[in-house]
């Protein structure tokens, strides 16, 4: 039997042993990153670095970091998905490559001083080429060299075996994926010959090495990248459940207690309601030990969909103590890697229990109404929409008594409902944004018009790509953060600052129209704002230089600014980056 913090040791150990300095393990909310919720992978936090920043530790590195991924939600319940899970990492900045990266992998793996795997339960993929980048043979001869027999090497097209960039543009390249073949399937096979492509769960995938070595430009060609980068990614949970034979992640160390709590207390959930249950609560426990509380918006509201599905699942779930106990079991799994999991363990369960007085509240209301809406026995997809948008009482709970009455629902009509529900409040939030900035002194309005000429310039400077993200604007200062994939050379800035500044000593009229949407986007405006046609929405224009939509104040000649000046370019997330300036 080998546990989660043996092979946690073991990685960190053995790529210490290959001259990798230990990084520490991030929070899940990606600090200073409005764009990204949750940290979703190991090299998520090395994005700057990956980009070509110098990283203070070196050019090789390793660490463990924990993830959550909202993508895989409905994934949960098969053997090898989980929403929370902890990845193993190894990075080469410039360093080492392809064949030295495979053959530490195939080292680890299977040399019997270290996890001992039996080869020939192992295959790999390897990127096929096509008309961007050729067939990545340099990783497939590296596996040959390691003793991996041909027909386990399967070659696989950029869906598959390809990663990046991360916005339109900027540095990506092929992957190799390794797989344990556990010889089980629990699904029907989607490939004949079943290999890593299929999906019916007997191969499961354990390790990722991205070579990044390509950069993709901005008329989609790609070419070879100065610093080759290498970045590695293993499932802590499911390579510990290969390593003992075990047929799912919810056998190993990190997640077993919980099932086996919640199989003790709640004796009647069907076996893949008790994995929901023990991966979203265990997930919950981590988001929230990191600083997150449910909302009804962004990283809040996910992680109060987390809670809210185990809390649908089950009347018992709908206890104090039963979630706390499972809270609790969460903190002694982790006291040891992530000591706050234990000792805020107070906060921890109080948070889990607000959001549980909340829900038995709307819980009951809507419970009622069903059970009157399930006695035609049907119940129509406007119906649950409507339990869900005036009763505030979630679909799957919905799916549950349906479950337990024999009632049916229509979830395709609920679907349609929802998407039209989205739509409308997509149109309120233009509404507000309509109402344009709140702080209107004459410091805020100089800053706002600096921040349309800055875009302008941006995407004269380094292409359209560059379009904005976010915007924060002080009497002081303005933020500014806008897609494009590398850090700005001295000379870009240089050029993007005397833009700005040679439109502000042209003194150019700054004008507002209101407009049809439609006419607004054939005149080529941009802007945050989404409309639609029909809408009448105001445009602000610097002729023959910036056109957006937005709802002002700005000042009326581009001279009322003084001067512009960079006072700070970083990195926000993959391929955001930011800038703060001021006009004096
Ligand atoms: P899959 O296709 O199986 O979902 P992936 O391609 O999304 O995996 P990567 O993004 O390459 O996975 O992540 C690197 C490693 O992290 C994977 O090889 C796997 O071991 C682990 N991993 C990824 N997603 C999950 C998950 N939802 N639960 C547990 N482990 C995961
Ligand atoms: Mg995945």
Partial sequence: MISTLELREKYLNFFEGKGHAVIPSAPLVPEGDPT??????????????????????????????????TTDIDEVGDPWHLTFFEMLGNWSLGDYWKQDSIKYSWEFLVDKKWLGLNPNKLAVSVFAGDDDAPRDLESSEAWRSRGVPKEKIYYLPKDNNWWGPVGPTGPCGPDTEIFYDTGVSFSEHSVPGCGPACSCGRWVEIWNNVFMEYEKHPDGTFTKLHQQNVDTGMGLERTTAVLNGFESNFEIDTIKPLVAEIKVKVP???????????????????????????????????????????????????????????VGEVGSIFKNIYPKAESDQARIKAVVNAELEKFNLTFIRGERHFRALAEKGTITGKESFDLYSSFGF?????KELARTSGATVDLEEFEQEFKKHQEVSRAGSDQKFKGGLADQSEATTKLHTATHMLQAALRITLGEHVLQKGSNITPERL???????????????????????????????????????????????????????????SIYSIPEFSLEFCGGPHVTHTGALGHFKVIREEAVSAGVRRIKAVVD
């Fill in 36 to 69: 990204a919720l949750f940290i979703s992978a190991g090299m998520h936090p090395l994005v700057p670095y990956l980009l070509g920043e110098a990283h203070p530790k070196g050019k090789r590195l390793v660490n463990y970091q924990r993830c959550f991924r």
């Fill in 268 to 326: 009647e959930l069907d076996e893949r309601g008790t994995r929901i249950a023990a991966d979203h609560i265990r997930a919950a426990t981590m988001i929230i030990m990191d600083g997150v509380e449910p909302s009804n918006k962004d990283r809040g509201y996910l992680l109060r969909r987390l809670l809210r599905k185990v809390m649908s699942q089950h009347p018992q779930l709908r206890e104090a103590e039963v979630l706390s106990d499972v």
């Fill in 394 to 398: 979630p679909i799957d709970a919905t």
């Fill in 479 to 537: 933020r500014f953060d806008f897609s494009h994939p590398d850090k700005l050379t001295p000379d870009q800035l240089q050029a993007v600052e005397d833009l700005v500044n040679e439109k502000i000593k042209e003194d150019l009229p700054v004008e507002k129209e209101v407009v049809d949407y439609a006419e607004g986007v054939k005149r080529g405006a941009i802007g945050v704002l989404e409309g639609k046609p029909g809408d009448q929405v």
